[in-house]
């Protein structure tokens, strides 16, 4: 029998304890697969590592870090037929690895890598201004969020890293007004901050933007939140890299919760051209975009991803 082949990239900057290369070894020498191991050192090395390993027939990425991370290589990936991807939750954000059921701890997640009977899920991948994503992009809040938390004060306060950047941005929260443009159809509106999403997982106590979006249903959900309490904001904040919600747990509208939102505007389109005035941060899966304005689409069906065994 042809033994499955895994491409591992790791971000050696995700979390705070690194790649334990020790289990790594322990796990997959449990199971007829040839393995190798490449470091990303800058941005964009995930996705080129992942091109490379599809050129050379590799059965399996499994990538290990942060949804960031994960995006890159799913950027690679999607549309690809015989590579899948495998998620190690490794990051300060893993959101991704939440909404598929990827367990938590790296030896779980490395079984469900090598394991030949795991299951292959087909998902959406969005792409905003030529970039893809697996999770969301958003203007206003959550970007201001990823800004006010640098590298440096994610890998030393985690979560808190952004609560104080949520909590710095709920007392003066800029309004901006939206132009959009939805399958074609165009609205205008104010709000606090605009959002795309692919999943509406939180990553946060069960927290989700809505319970009935899903990563292969095709669509993009649009988002105009038009002013958010500060609860709102603390949740919010903690989703861009706490994935500490337990596997099962049962999901918190936030769309159905009236006392979190003032208003809520919500579209679910295949494509959407946003345009803010005054022009306002984007961020793409927790990275920071140097665009002013937001064009998205969806990718039904791209990207294989393997889940633990139904």
Known sequence: MKKRSIQLIANPGAGQEGLNLKSVHTVLSEYPVEWDI???????DA?????????????VVAVYGGDGSVAEAAAAL???????????PG???????????????LEAALRVA????????????GEVNGRTFVLRVSMGLEAEMVAGADREAKDRYGVFAYLWAAARNVMAPQTARYRLILDGKEEELEGVTCVVANSGNLGRNGLSLASDIAVDDGFLDVFVIEQAGFKTLLDVASSVL????????EATDMAAEERTLSALHRWRVKTVEIFSDPPQRIQSDGELLEDSSMRCSIRAGALRVLTPAS
């Open 242 to 249: 706490n994935s500490s919600q337990s596997q099962g747990e």
């Open 38 to 44: 490449r470091i990303t050192k800058q941005a964009g």
């Open 114 to 125: 090598a394991d030949p009977s795991s299951s292959v899920r087909v998902i959406d991948v």
């Open 91 to 105: 990051g300060t954000a893993n959101v991704m690895s939440v909404e598929l059921g990827i367990p938590a701890a």
């Open 78 to 88: 999607a549309g690809a037929s015989n590579t899948t991807l495998a998620i190690l």
């Open 47 to 59: 996705k080129r590592l992942a091109q490379e390993a599809i050129k050379a027939g590799v059965d």
